[in-house]
């Protein structure tokens, strides 16, 4: 049987490393929370936009958690890998940036992405 094994080039694996000086693979496995806070004034239609656009939520699980969100003052509303959590907050506060809101996000654990 014949080695179907691609010779070209551009099918070998990459051996450089990049040059940002970290190791992408526990970018990608290290896990993230996504928390948002309260303040006086962002809209709550906001929030729900943000959780269900950015973040999948159905409708009803958007509103129970801006219930916690407005009840505690924060809440973690995900735990993702680092990557996608971090781009995910960088999507709302553009987000809450255009609309001249001042709702924070922050992300706790895994390293973070400049």
Do not use: N
């Not at 551009?10 to 970018?27: A, L, N, W």
């Not at 806070?37 to 958007?62: I, S």
């Not at 969100?69 to 781009?87: D, N």
């Amino acid at each position: 049987m014949p080695d179907d094994t691609p010779s070209d080039p551009q099918f070998e694996p990459d051996e450089t490393h990049s040059d940002t000086g970290r190791d992408d693979s526990t970018m990608i496995a290290a896990r993230a929370k996504v928390w948002f806070y309260d303040d006086d004034k962002t809209p709550v239609d906001f929030v729900l936009f943000v959780l269900e656009q950015y973040f999948g939520f159905d409708e009803v699980k958007a509103r129970t958690f801006t219930d916690r969100i407005r009840a505690k003052g924060k809440a973690m509303i995900a735990e993702l890998p680092a990557i996608p959590a971090e781009l995910a907050k960088r999507k709302v506060d553009q987000a809450a940036a255009d609309a001249g809101y001042p709702f924070k996000v922050e992300i706790e654990g895994g390293p973070q992405i400049v």
